[in-house]
């Protein structure tokens, strides 16, 4: 898919044909098999889908950070600001990229945080380590007035405490604390509200908000919930099996669902107000990445497919300005690319 940047000026983020490969006993996993997605400055995208869609492998790749052995970028190309990180040697994506221009939130904030250092060690450590810092002390400065705008109590207070000492969603506080800390331009949300309660997690999708209003920065959300990324992006991403089945406007993509596999996963949500005795679902498994089908990778689950479904990947049709679908059923769209 191709999503349209929202302003006239070139994306933040633009990733075309991204393939990442895992080698494993049995083949090779496609695990991100022709991705395209843009991103702008101030934009939030929300990459959704099932587990094993190759969400998080997104934005791992965008990062290099890919299981080894047997993880690698097989093609195509991830470009921030202008300069194509998959060419990009391990070291300079550590010293200059990684942590500094692209950070992360990741799902669980207790296995991202090390137990054994305190929360001012760790949130200063970026500081020091792109050397935005010149002592231990400037450092601790820096992680107080970081933790402060992530909105920690007290930050002077409890900057010498350790992770188990804070609540789930303070560490999840302090985790978004670490990952803006260098002022990155590009913010990957790996489900970072999965692991917190409702109430904590509108806090969560306050403070994003927020953190993107002061600084600019561009958010790639990646989440199972629609119900989250309903209120939080600007554009959404339906991925399947390793690709991009749907993207559009975030109102566009929830009140004129163009894609079977898109309908079937917000018919799947249950709403207040409808008496249900079952909650829909999508019947049969995913295929397998490690010999995908040769036509559309929904076909055998879905309620509409045709014979061309299953002998023929479809292109993409545009049926509305920036909504795009692959899909055989919106042939007749205006374009296809």
Aim: aromatic share 4%; charged share 25%.
């Amino acid at each position: 898919m191709d999503p349209l940047p929202t302003a006239a000026k070139p994306p933040l983020l633009r990733i075309r044909n991204l393939q990442t490969h895992i080698a494993v006993r049995d083949g090779t996993v496609r695990a991100v098999d022709g991705v395209n997605l843009d991103i702008a400055e101030r934009e939030t995208l929300g990459v959704v889908g099932e587990s094993g869609s190759g969400k998080t492998m997104t934005g791992l790749s965008i990062l290099k950070l890919l299981p080894r052995p047997g993880g690698r970028i097989a093609g195509g190309s991830i470009e921030l600001d202008g300069t194509d990180l998959v060419g990009v040697p391990e070291r300079e994506m550590a010293r200059h990229w990684r942590g500094r221009r692209i950070s992360m939130v990741s799902q669980d904030p207790l296995t991202s945080l090390n137990p054994v250092y305190s929360i001012g060690d760790q949130v200063g450590g970026p500081f020091r380590y792109h050397g935005l810092a010149a002592s231990r002390a400037e450092a601790r400065r820096a992680a107080i007035d970081v933790l402060g705008r992530v909105r920690i109590p007290s930050p002077e207070k409890r900057l010498d405490d350790y992770p188990h000492q804070f609540s789930g969603g303070m560490r999840q506080r302090v985790v978004a604390a670490m990952a803006i800390a260098c002022q990155p331009r590009l913010l990957i949300a790996d489900e970072p509200t999965s692991a917190l309660d409702v109430t904590i997690q509108v806090q969560m999708i306050d403070l994003l908000r927020r953190i993107q209003q002061d600084t600019g920065v561009g958010i790639l959300m990646i989440t199972h919930d629609m119900g989250v990324a309903a209120s939080m992006c600007d554009r959404i991403a339906v991925m399947y099996a390793g690709r991009v089945v749907e993207s559009g406007p975030v109102r566009r993509i929830y009140h004129a669902p163009a894609h079977p596999y898109t309908q079937a996963l917000l018919a799947s949500i249950p709403r207040l107000g409808q008496a249900r005795e079952r909650l829909d679902s999508i019947g049969g498994q995913p295929p397998s990445l490690l010999d995908p089908p040769r036509g559309c990778r929904f076909a055998a689950r879905c309620p509409q497919r045709m014979a061309r479904c299953e002998a023929e990947y479809p292109p993409e049709f545009e049926t509305a300005s920036g909504h795009r679908v692959a899909c055989w059923l919106h042939e007749g769209a205006p374009h296809a690319t």
